[in-house]
């Protein structure tokens, strides 16, 4: 119904957009563009059915392109993921997530769960996607420590967890900026942190990629979710990468779901400090957020299990070519 719904939508737009792209004129369809990316990427809510769709196309990812760059299927970051949510990531000693309740908003494929778990952790995993639950499930099966899994969007994500449990770390990396509401799926995560517990988020930074070159990649986002099969997605996806296929999953997040906001540093820090979180940092020099915060009153061993931040080259920089 969702691809019925968009071919309807769109299909008229990227035909009007293809006719254009020849003319020297374009402020019509760029206008329009920019019309439906500002209806889209509303924070309070996003059209409805951008929400859907970007809900099944993560679904779609985790239980069909499970292999890629950076997944648990590839050795090199399931060897490092400890050290990667550690030392670049949270900027958190290994020692201080031993026994603690982390919650996991937006699992995934699990990696990041997988990851927590190897620390020492207690693991609630979330996600909107029946999919992502259960590949999580599956990558937690041998960890002896206490496991929990909640189908939820993050905008419910309170009304699905015991009353009033909160925990000593939510961890959220890449799935804010997608959630239908961002308002309320942000206030749920930061409810469900205890009073000296952190925050972490990833987030796509503004800063990086200006507002025109959004709009241009909007633009192939549409054109995307209009092609009619897999193989005709494929076949797109291959050519973005390169012809390399261990690239296709990355793409597939780049290119398929229409909600993609991006954030400045300062609007965050803001949210986060008018509800209660202090020591807002930024782990990582890059043009996207890395953020970690404490919700006050901060623990003052905190400050001993936090690692000083330190210039280096981002991990996920091994991936970029």
């Known amino acids: 119904m969702i691809k019925r719904l968009l071919k309807n939508i769109f299909k008229p737009v990227t035909k009007r957009y293809h006719h254009l792209l ?3 004129d374009k402020t019509e369809v760029d206008a329009l563009y920019k019309v439906l990316y500002d209806a889209v990427h509303n924070e309070d809510q996003a059209l409805n059915l951008a929400a859907l769709q970007t809900k099944d196309t993560f679904g779609f990812q985790w239980a069909e392109l499970k292999e890629g760059e950076a997944m648990l299927s590839d050795k090199w970051f399931k060897d490092n993921v400890t050290k990667i949510i550690c030392e670049e990531e949270s900027l958190i000693k290994p020692e201080w997530f031993k ?3 982390v919650i996991d908003c937006g699992c995934g494929g699990g990696r990041w769960s997988y990851g927590l778990a190897k620390l020492g952790a207690n693991v609630t995993a ?4 029946e999919s992502a639950i259960e590949g999580t499930k599956s990558v937690l099966e041998n960890f002896n420590l206490e496991k929990n ?3 939820t969007s993050l905008e419910h994500l309170g009304e ?4 009033d449990k909160k925990y000593d770390l939510a961890w959220s990396w890449g799935v804010l900026h997608h959630c239908g509401s961002f308002t309320k799926a942000f206030s749920q995560v930061m409810n469900c942190v205890k009073e000296g517990g952190f925050i972490y988020l990833y987030l796509y930074g503004r800063e990086g990629v200006p507002y025109h070159k959004d709009i241009a990649l909007f ?3 549409i054109i995307y979710n209009t092609l009619k099969t897999w193989k005709e997605k494929e076949a797109f996806l291959l050519e973005k990468s390169g012809g390399d296929r261990t690239k296709i999953h990355q793409k597939h997040d780049i290119f398929a779901p229409l909600l993609n906001r991006r954030f400045e540093f300062d609007y965050i820090k803001n949210i986060l400090e008018t509800n209660g979180f202090v020591n807002v940092t930024r782990t ?3 043009s996207e957020l890395h953020i970690r915060a404490e919700k006050a009153p901060a623990k003052k061993e905190n400050s001993a299990m936090t690692i000083p931040f330190t210039k280096r080259p981002v991990w996920h920089s091994k991936y970029n070519n």
Not at 126 to 129: G, K, L
Not at 160 to 163: E, G, I, S, T, V
Request: charged letters at 40%; proline letters at 4%; glycine letters at 4%.
């Open 126 to 129: 979330v996600d909107i996607n």
């Open 99 to 101: 026994g603690k309740d």
């Open 160 to 163: 699905k967890l015991p009353k």
């Open 22 to 24: 020849n003319k020297a």
């Open 149 to 151: 899994f909640i189908l």
């Open 219 to 221: 633009k192939q986002r």
């Open 284 to 286: 990582i020099d890059h």
